[in-house]
C-alpha cells in the first residue's frame, strides 16, 4: 500500500513522487500521472517537467524531454534543425538565353502538300 510520506522520498532524484491509486509515481514524467494523479498525456505526447508536449516539435524537449535546440533551430521529427532552410540546396533560376533551342521542322512536315 503506498503511503504520501513514503511515496515522497522514494523515485530518482528530481523526481515528485506522488501516491495516485496506491501507487507510487512520478508526476512530472508519466503521462498517465502527468503533473496531478490520473492527468493523461494525449497520444505522441511526453510528460516533460509536468506538462505534456509533442517531442516532435517542441524545440525545448526536442527528441526526448530536456533536448533543447540551438536559438533559431527547428524542432522537426523530434530532430534539431532538421531540413533547415540553410541546409536546403538552392534552386537555380534559368536565364532565358539558355534555353533549349527548339528543333528544325522534320522534312517529313514541310513536304506534306506533295
Known amino acids: ?5 513514503t511515496c515522497k522520498r522514494s523515485g530518482p ?6 501516491c495516485c491509486r496506491n501507487q507510487c509515481v512520478d508526476v512530472l514524467s508519466d503521462p ?8 493523461r498525456c494525449r ?9 505534456c508536449v509533442d517531442t516532435n516539435n517542441d524545440p525545448s524537449n526536442c527528441g526526448q524531454c530536456g533536448n533543447e535546440c540551438e536559438a533559431g533551430a527547428p524542432c522537426e ?3 534539431c534543425g ?8 538552392k ?8 534555353r533549349r533551342p527548339r528543333p528544325p521542322p522534320s ?3 514541310a513536304h506534306d502538300d506533295e
Do not use: I, L
Open 1 to 5: 500500500m503506498c503511503k504520501p510520506r
Open 13 to 18: 532524484q528530481g523526481a515528485r513522487m506522488r
Open 32 to 39: 498517465n500521472h502527468c503533473r496531478f494523479c490520473f492527468k
Open 43 to 51: 497520444f505522441a505526447k511526453s510528460c516533460c517537467d509536468g506538462d
Open 77 to 79: 521529427f523530434g530532430m
Open 82 to 89: 532538421y531540413a533547415a532552410p540553410s541546409s536546403q540546396p
Open 91 to 98: 534552386k537555380r533560376k534559368r536565364h532565358p538565353k539558355h
Open 107 to 109: 522534312p517529313d512536315t
